[in-house]
């Protein structure tokens, strides 16, 4: 069965190392082997199940497999997060975008990725948990040694940051019917405020001193030989986790610590004890309750007898607490006696007995990003829980969780070393507690982000102006704050151009706008643009980290603000640029593939020059997206950088017709990159095409954009537009081609589209707006035949209703007509707004480049097409996509053409 | 020499795109030719190829064919007839001023090759001025030009001289009999298709003018049916193949686009009666645009343009 499992192959092949490692002996290496053999056998046996019944219920695969429904959900959980059940469309939550690599090998990734993305809550739990111990944990954070790492994943498994089941978070030990379940504190027995009457730990503790009080009577009472507890290193203030043995050493261990302590690194030393008792915060009881969920280390946990929790609304690095002191109190931690918060305030007690406070909010912002992602004040997860919310001073908060929690709770007032309050569920001291539990609970939840102001749309319909306004900048700076800064931000790697979006929000967070512009424009020259029309939504805002958690970071308004923001302050900030290499590179087309290109090589120094066939350039940016989506004089300010640059831009040069490939050959062009785009219209065939009133959308938005027929009779070339316009097509070009009738002064604008809402390809954005602007939506409606009447002039379309079949090979379902439903829409202008195919003007003139059949460029990954030299990319070799993927391949492009220029 | 080669497309590459020569064909007041300098074009221009132009920021992309080329001069030379806005704007130019932007040369160049039998080539009105290129190129391959101008009266008449200096036979017919022939173009043509046989025939002219052309030379008559390209100048904006508002339909209802796959076409082929329809599309719009500029110029638009 080992053959199956990838994972029971990684420990069998290390065994001698693992051995060596010292944190399992032979016996306990054995044994581990055998439960993990289980496990994964069980997992095997599901996922067979699941292929089986073709569907994922955990009840009915319980009762097949004879296991709990709840363990079951543990497995699915598992399973899923390691990307087994995708071909179920059940995907992990956000790692798969960035850990596919790993996935593949059916392990886990190692946890640096929690690192890495912001989300380490500090536990310490991965230290103990490796078998060979790669991981070390040093200020505030974890190194990991690759080179002695055996890739077996099980501390990304065990990490209770990684994915946490819900079903273990209300799950509840042994059962037991007294158990009550709050929403706020989750399961508990009884809750108590309570003081200590011990008179030593009086003096020392913090609060009611209940932690201590326990752990004493534990002692007493024989219960452990050991506590993990959190004592205090050389450094004033500076946490360090340790094992107490006796009462004695347990007095030193007394007191709040504020900072960050991985106490769980130190778990795997408690072998040498046989019950020992943990002390520690919300996030390490979910690791120990995940540990005993599926078989990851069980040495190390079966000798724990009490877990008791300590509330905590965040912690802090070691670092931040430097920071704080010396930021909002100018102290040193040696100068300082005692931290505590009370009655939502920071308390600082020095020396000499007096204090200073702030409040809670100011200290915030040193806080740990990890604890941003943590809905767990309570410590939900122990035995018994502990903190001060909801008691008076002096005294704390006891939440008596499981049996285990409420016997030793009893054996220590039976000690008489405690006295207790007992709190119900509607006194004011509960309903306190609760608020700052369900306030952690929905932290990020009500970060939401903001809305931009827009045009009404009853007036913006009678204007050409752009609809959304921007954010203000006290909008924009609000919106900076809530950014995490991942260490290995998932935004970046949906950005198609890879721009460092956490270092420019950073810059914009620190106010310093002018550092923000510069930096985004060493990775995109196109902000201003890229802000408008790309489509976030589907890119660096669907990886955001915080998508998965409540609502993504407004990167694109962001990029927008800040490029906008230069245009406003007619600053022309030039990204930082390679002296001249004097090598020529030739860029056919000036659409979004090309400026980009154009703008990357000119950084890396060459000699660039644009050919554009119109008497303007930014190719669809001009022609095709109306004004009232991107002003047009903001393409021409993102063409100006370019020529500040030192880009070069001639028009009205049709490369094919005006020069030839071998014309630029003779002009010392040393590499080509085509990129002029799928330009041809598609027609549908159907009767009444060739009607007056019938055009493409290329024609009605190319009039419109680039020859501004929307000023006619200003500007001379004249647009003809319709009492009732019906545009056919549900892309982007078929919601600009009916937003922009309706501008032109159409009476009413209907939108015919085969699909449904749901497959509707235009942005969602643009879609929204359209429909508040009155556009009237058919959807499946398929044009059959276009009529005219006697001078030719359309004047009704035939259209048959749709039904959706089996999905097609785009994976969405096909449409098919539906018998008899034939009617007539009365119209007099239709729009055909149904794609493009590629134009072959240039390609013909070269007729050694290969082309695949449907006339696109045939080209490598890094657009390098089938004659030296000549590079491709955007619509014309992808065929119609966004704008800025066209600019992805433009910058992919422009690596490749700095490669084959440098190795000439 | 490479250098030279080199430096010249930089050169001519920022050259402004200057008007030459200016000058008022026959004495309508209508006709007008220009010589454009544009060395690029001129030096790939072919028979068959036209360009677009636009005079000034508010201007249209008007499409005009090439009337002849000189490489060395690197000059392309137009004609047009005003009929609109755009026209008489282009008209009010003179020689030395610049236009805005001139792109080509677009559309395909014609085939050119020594044919067993003649060609008749057929022009009519201002199309007389692209059928110059086309004879001299086919006569220049050894090929019998037979030419056929028309025109309602002798005033829009232009070019006799230089069109019979490319042609072996050269017919002349006016609408009212002012000069030459009087009558309609398709009545010599008839002669010469019944009298000798022809190659193929290639008609210039007024949508109505290629219409009876080809159908005359489709062999539905008596006549035999003679092989005929027709040029079309459709309304165009790219003239690229991007927009489609020049395409145009054939009988079968195929649809053809006459910037990419033409101008010139088997004008059997063309469904003329729609081409006619569309051709009208704009003609409110034209008109409004029109009016508009000679309120602003204090033209009477009567009197000034027809």
């Known amino acids: 069965m080992s053959g199956h499992s990838i994972l029971l192959k990684i420990f069998d092949d290390n065994k001698d190392k693992i051995l060596e490692a010292g944190k399992y002996d032979k016996t306990e290496y054995d044994e581990f082997i055998i439960n993990l053999k289980n496990a994964e056998n069980i997992r095997i046996n599901i996922l067979e199940n699941i292929k089986e019944m073709n569907s994922i219920d955990a009840k009915k695969l319980g009762e097949k497999s004879g296991i709990s429904e709840q363990a079951m959900q543990c497995n699915i959980e598992y399973l899923k997060e390691l990307g087994s059940l995708k071909f179920m469309g059940e995907t992990s939550r956000f790692f798969q975008n960035i850990i596919d690599e790993s996935l593949k090998k059916d392990t886990f990734p190692n946890v640096s990725i929690i690192r890495d993305t912001n989300l380490c809550c500090g536990c310490g739990l991965c230290v103990s948990i490796c078998p060979v111990n790669a991981i070390t944990y040093i200020e505030g954070t974890f190194e990991l040694n690759e080179e002695i790492c055996i890739n077996c994943g099980l501390c990304f498994a065990g990490c209770p940051r990684s994915f946490f089941p819900r079903v273990i978070k209300h799950s509840n030990e042994g059962i037991n019917t007294t158990i009550k379940h709050s929403e706020s504190v989750n399961n508990y027995m009884e809750i108590y405020s309570a003081q200590t009457q011990d008179t030593q730990i009086k003096q020392v503790a913090q609060d009611g001193g209940i932690v201590t009080t326990l752990l004493k009577t534990a002692f007493q009472e024989g219960l452990i030989d050991a506590t993990l507890a959190v004592g205090e290193s050389e450094n004033p203030h500076c946490p360090l986790p340790m094992f107490v043995r006796n009462e004695i050493e347990l007095l030193k261990t007394s007191g709040t610590k504020y900072s960050n302590t991985p106490s769980l690194k130190i778990l795997s030393q408690s072998k040498k004890f046989n019950k020992i008792a943990v002390v520690g915060t919300p996030c390490m009881m979910e690791a120990l309750k995940k540990m005993s969920f599926y078989p990851l280390n069980k040495p190390f946990y079966e000798n724990i007898s009490f877990k008791i929790g300590l509330f905590c609304m965040e912690s802090f690095d070691y670092n931040s607490i430097l920071e704080l002191l010396h930021n909002e109190f100018d102290r040193s931690p040696a100068h300082v006696k005692k931290m505590d918060i009370d009655k939502g305030r920071f308390y600082l007690y020095n020396e000499d007995g007096t204090s200073v406070d702030i409040p809670l909010k100011r200290i915030k912002k040193y806080g740990r990003l990890g604890c941003f992602f943590c809905d767990d004040l309570t410590a939900e997860q122990a035995d018994i829980s502990i903190g001060s919310i909801g008691s008076e001073s002096g005294w704390s908060t006891v939440i008596i969780r499981t049996q285990k929690g409420a016997d030793l709770f009893e054996r220590a007032l039976k000690r008489n070393l405690i006295d207790k309050k007992k709190i119900n569920e509607e006194e004011k001291s509960f309903i306190t507690l609760s608020n700052i539990a369900k306030s952690k609970q929905k932290t990020y939840k009500d970060n939401r982000r903001p809305k931009m102001i827009e045009q009404e749309p009853k007036k913006r319909i009678k204007n050409f102006d752009e609809v959304p306004f921007g954010l203000t900048e006290d909008l924009a700076f609000k919106e900076s704050l809530r950014c995490l800064q991942c260490g290995r931000p998932l935004c970046v790697t949906g950005c198609p151009v890879n721009i460092d979006i956490p270092g420019f929000i950073k810059r914009i967070k620190l106010k310093k706008n002018f550092d923000a512009i510069h930096h985004i424009k060493t990775y995109n020259l196109l902000p201003a643009i890229c802000g408008r029309v790309c489509p976030q939504e589907l890119q660096c805002e669907n990886s955001c980290l915080l998508n998965s958690l409540g609502e993504p970071i407004s990167i694109g308004y962001l990029e927008r603000y800040i490029a906008d923001w230069e245009r406003k302050n007619q600053l022309k900030e030039c990204p930082d640029c390679k002296p001249t290499n004097n090598k020529k590179v030739a860029i056919i087309g000036s659409g979004p593939a090309g400026l980009t290109c154009a703008g990357e090589l000119a950084m890396k120094g060459y000699d660039v020059t644009i050919f554009e066939a119109f008497h303007e350039g930014g190719g669809v940016l001009v022609y095709g997206i109306p004004e009232f989506r991107l002003p047009k004089e903001i393409v021409k300010s993102e063409i100006e950088t370019l020529k500040m640059i030192n880009v070069k831009i001639h028009y009205n040069s049709i490369i094919g017709k005006t020069l030839s490939i071998d014309d630029l050959r003779e002009m010392r062009f040393k590499a080509f990159f085509i990129g002029v785009g799928a330009g041809l219209p598609i027609f549908i065939q159907v009767p009444g095409l060739n009607l007056n009133g019938v055009l493409t959308a290329n024609e009605f938005l190319t009039r419109s954009n680039l020859m501004k027929a929307y000023r006619f009779p200003e500007y001379d070339t004249p647009i003809r537009v319709g009492k009732v316009v019906t545009v056919v097509g549900g892309g982007n070009v078929a919601m600009d081609s009916a937003r922009t009738a309706l501008r032109l002064g159409a009476e009413k604008v209907i939108m015919v589209y085969r699909r449904s809402e749901a497959e509707m390809p235009a942005r969602k954005e643009e879609y929204h707006h359209g429909k508040e602007e009155g556009i009237d939506f058919r959807f499946l409606t398929d044009p059959i035949r276009f009529i005219g009447d006697e001078n030719d002039n359309v004047k009704e379309m035939e259209v048959v209703s749709m039904e959706l079949g089996e999905p097609d090979a785009s994976g969405r379902r096909r449409p098919l007509p539906i018998p008899n439903s034939e009617h007539i829409i009365e119209t007099d202008t239709i729009i055909l707004a149904i794609g493009a195919n590629a134009n072959p003007i240039l390609t013909r003139s070269i007729p050694e480049l290969k082309l695949n059949k449907r006339g696109y460029i045939e080209t490598d990954e890094n657009g390098q097409t089938s004659i030296e030299g000549v590079f491709a990319g955007g619509d014309i070799v992808t065929g119609s996509a966004t704008v800025i993927s066209a600019m992805g391949a433009g910058k992919k492009a422009a690596g490749a053409i700095d490669n084959y220029l440098t190795n000439l | ?306």
Not at chain 2, 124 to 129: D, L, M, P, Q, T
Not at chain 2, 173 to 199: A, F, M, N, Q, Y
């Open chain 2, 1 to 306: 020499m490479f250098l030279i080669k080199n430096e010249y497309y930089f050169n001519v590459l920022k050259m402004p795109y200057k008007i030459l020569k200016k000058k008022d064909l026959g004495s309508s007041n209508m006709l007008v030719e220009m010589e454009l300098e544009v060395p690029l074009i001129a030096k790939k221009a072919r028979a068959g190829n036209f360009i677009l132009i636009r005079i000034n920021e508010k201007g249209e992309r008007i499409p005009l064919t090439v009337a002849d080329y000189d490489r060395n001069k690197g000059t392309i030379t137009i004609v047009f007839q005003i009929v609109g806005k755009s026209t008489k704007l282009l008209s009010d130019l003179n020689e030395g001023n610049e236009l805005l932007d001139v792109v080509g040369p677009l559309g395909n160049e014609i085939h050119v090759k020594r044919y067993e039998n003649p060609i008749i080539i057929v022009g009519g009105g201002v199309g007389i001025a692209p059928c110059y290129p086309q004879a001299k190129e086919l006569k220049e391959a050894g090929n019998k030009i037979i030419t056929i101008i028309g025109a309602r009266n002798k005033d829009l008449l232009f070019w006799k001289e230089k069109m019979a200096t490319v042609s072996d036979e050269f017919i002349v017919c006016t609408d009212d009999g002012s000069e030459g022939r009087k009558g309609v173009v398709t009545d010599p043509l008839k002669e010469i298709i019944k009298r000798e046989t022809i190659d193929h025939v290639i008609a210039i002219g007024p949508l109505i003018m290629m219409k009876f052309v080809t159908l005359t030379t489709n062999g539905s008559g008596d006549l035999p049916k003679v092989k005929t390209w027709v040029s079309l100048n459709t309304i165009m904006i790219d003239g690229t193949g991007m927009c489609g508002g020049c395409r145009f339909s054939t009988l079968d209802g195929e649809i053809y686009f006459a910037c990419v796959d033409g101008p010139d076409v088997d004008g059997h082929s063309v469904d003329f009666d729609n081409l006619l329809k569309r051709s009208g599309r704009f003609k409110d719009q034209e008109e409004e645009s029109m009016r508009c500029y000679c309120q602003e110029h204090g033209y009477s638009q009567k009197k000034e343009v027809q």
